[in-house]
């Protein structure tokens, strides 16, 4: 069965050029017991179909055949609108009245995004309606193009960067001068412009901040003239099954404002491609095209219910999309709001079985069907220190969790457990109740983001790396692998980052990525993606470490010892003299990247090496391959 793809989408305008994706892909050594999607993204996709890098052995069967349908005619208006339906927008937006129940947040009151009175602006519509014209929709003026210039590093030759290269995307305003768009739309920016609908000038714009893990993007307008005559979108509260959904943005297929219907199909906690996360997400069928990621999807009221991001592509289905909800958005400015960055979705770092078997149950003394069963915790996890294997979680902050690992949401339904871990903040503290060896108990976890081992993205935009005598070290990360591709990594290397999980904080996994050949590393020059595990001797914990061993070493020879029982071994005083003229060969303007030129400081709290027992702890639901295991 071909390996179905899901995909966020923007669109590519130098195809011609041959670039090596940064994207970390999801895919596994080929298993067996592996059956769930791949979702990666788009504009990944676009480059490494322009320059034909090799896709891993599970995605080999995957197509990117989308359909650049252009502009859709919207035949069944969404919202009627008077002859001047800017006006008539506005004099709703004025009326004092507010519906309760609507979703009002701190984040959506600081961006100018109160809510008004649903029932009021629908009679008005309906009062002066015209149907059957969108074109002069006041909503559909806060709709805007993206154009991004992209400059990726290069992960194997971590001193420089690739060629840059530009996308289009879309992007909506929120008031107080700021936009939402995707995260991966403006991934690597070097220049952000925005331009209006209707408008031939383009605005320069501002990254504030990125949400890696939930794919939104905070965008800043400094120029005035952008934001004259301008309304903000009404942010929605999360819609129901079935209904009407209507997208907006700027895919391929021409250069104006594009619209596209349908409904809702299936609201649940979805994988997030770009962030390899697992949050709450709209499926929608309505057309999603590349370029449409960043637009905003509406309700029938003209109210932004969530931002359209990914789409599954698969010979045997069709018209599924996703829209992030607008309990995800408000999260995202919660947070920036909070802490004045984006600190990002916390976790509460275990591995769960599912309790639907009734002699598991009757084994762990549980007396009824509720709960989860405990299989591995995080060691950098706050409940480390709480949670043992074999624990059942029964509640989450006294909400009963089922044995499916399932929680009530909305009437008659069941969603995820993880959902409620998602709806908390960085530092938060949430009450489990556990059932241990029969006994019931409370205990309070603190919860925090999830350390990675091995990192889906880089942060600060540039790898770290250090070369001793013409050896190339670095952090071992999904961006890298996706560049090397799986097969020059090796199988074990792949296991490792799949599956382990980091024993302390700032853990890394450091290899050799390549050797530049001269005479001082002679014998070596074959090596390359190697995990170095000792130096002289000394379990290295990270590649600043690694850098400090080097710099304080007093030995006459630097040992290397890697993880397949390798041993490679430098005359210390020889390695420091030939630095110089092999950085000159070889163009590189330094012997190792700017944050290793920082002391180094131990932060592991003990003389911990690099986690060796691959293969205990997944990274995330979509890498597991059974259903009866709950990442959380």
């Known amino acids: ?87 008539l927008l506005r004099q709703s937006e004025n009326n004092p009245q507010r519906n309760p129940g609507r979703l009002q947040t701190a984040a959506y009151k600081s961006f100018g995004m109160q809510g008004k009175d649903r029932k009021e602006l629908v ?86 901040a990125r949400g890696v893990d939930c794919d939104i993007a905070l965008l800043s307008v400094e120029n005035e003239n952008f934001w004259k005559g301008a309304e903000p979108l009404k942010l929605g509260n999360l819609p129901c099954l079935q209904d009407a959904v209507t997208v907006v943005g700027y895919p391929l297929g021409g250069d104006t404002i594009s619209v596209t219907r349908g409904v809702v199909s299936r609201i649940e906690v979805t994988s997030y491609a770009h962030g390899s996360s697992d949050l709450l997400g709209i499926q929608i069928d309505a057309a999603i095209n590349p370029g449409n990621s960043g637009g905003p999807a509406f309700n029938d009221h003209g109210e932004c219910i969530g931002v359209a991001f990914q789409v599954y592509r698969s010979d045997d289905v069709e018209n599924i999309g996703y829209v992030i909800p607008t309990t995800v958005v408000s999260h995202f400015l919660n947070d920036y709001e909070r802490n004045g960055k984006y600190t990002g979705f916390p976790s509460l770092g275990v591995l769960l079985q599912k309790l639907e078997n009734p002699a598991l149950r009757a084994c762990l003394r549980m007396k009824s069907n509720e709960g989860v069963l405990v299989r591995r915790v995080e060691p950098t996890s706050d409940a480390n220190n709480v949670l043992k294997e074999g624990d059942v979680i029964v509640s989450f902050n006294d909400i009963k969790v089922g044995c499916e690992g399932t929680v009530p949401f909305r009437t008659n339904e069941r969603i995820a457990f993880r959902y409620l871990i998602s709806q908390k903040f960085a530092g938060d503290v949430a009450e489990l109740g556990i059932i241990r060896s029969g006994e019931h108990i409370k205990a309070k976890v603190i919860l925090n983001p999830r350390v990675h081992l091995v990192p889906f993205h880089v942060d600060g935009g540039q790898p770290s790396y250090l070369i001793i005598a013409g050896l190339v070290f670095t952090p071992l990360s999904e961006p890298l692998i996706d560049e090397e591709c799986e097969d020059s990594i090796g199988l074990k290397l792949l296991a490792k980052a799949r599956y382990s999980s980091a024993s302390f904080e700032g853990e890394q996994i450091v290899i050799l990525s390549q050797v530049l050949a001269n005479e001082v590393n002679i014998g070596y020059e074959d090596m390359g993606n190697q995990q170095v595990v000792k130096l002289n001797g000394t379990q290295i914990r990270n590649i600043h470490h690694l850098a400090h061993l080097v710099d304080t070493c007093k030995d006459k020879y630097l040992v290397f010892e890697f993880d397949e029982n390798y041993i490679a071994v430098l005359e210390r005083e020889s390695a420091i003299a030939a630095s110089s003229c092999i950085l000159k060969d070889y163009g590189i303007p330094s012997e190792r990247s700017s944050d290793l030129l920082e002391p180094y400081v131990d932060i592991s709290g003990d003389d911990k090496g690099t986690n060796q027992n691959y293969g205990d702890s997944p990274i995330s639901n979509s890498e597991i391959g059974f259903e009866g295991l709950l990442w959380a």
């Open 123 to 208: 009679n008005a519509v309906e009062d002066k309606g015209e149907p059957g014209n969108l074109q002069d929709a006041a909503f559909l003026n806060a709709v805007v193009k993206v154009y991004c210039t992209h400059t990726a590093p290069d992960y194997s030759l971590p001193w420089q960067k690739q060629r840059q290269y530009t996308s289009t995307g879309s992007a909506f305003m929120i008031g107080d001068g700021k936009l939402l768009t995707n995260a991966h739309c403006v991934e690597h920016d070097t220049q952000v412009k925005v331009k209006k609908r209707g408008d031939d000038t383009k605005y320069v714009a501002k990254v504030l």
């Open 1 to 87: 069965m071909a390996v179905a793809m899901a995909s966020s989408f923007f669109s590519v305008f130098s195809s011609t050029i041959n670039f090596r994706s940064s994207f970390p892909s999801r895919s596994l050594p080929p298993t067996p017991l592996r059956s769930t999607a791949l979702l990666t993204s788009t504009a990944t996709a676009d480059r490494k179909i322009a320059s034909g890098s090799k896709r891993r052995s599970s995605s080999a069967s995957s197509s990117f055949n989308f359909d650049d349908e252009g502009e859709s005619a919207l035949r069944d208006p969404f919202l009627r609108k008077s002859k001047d339906g800017i006006s």
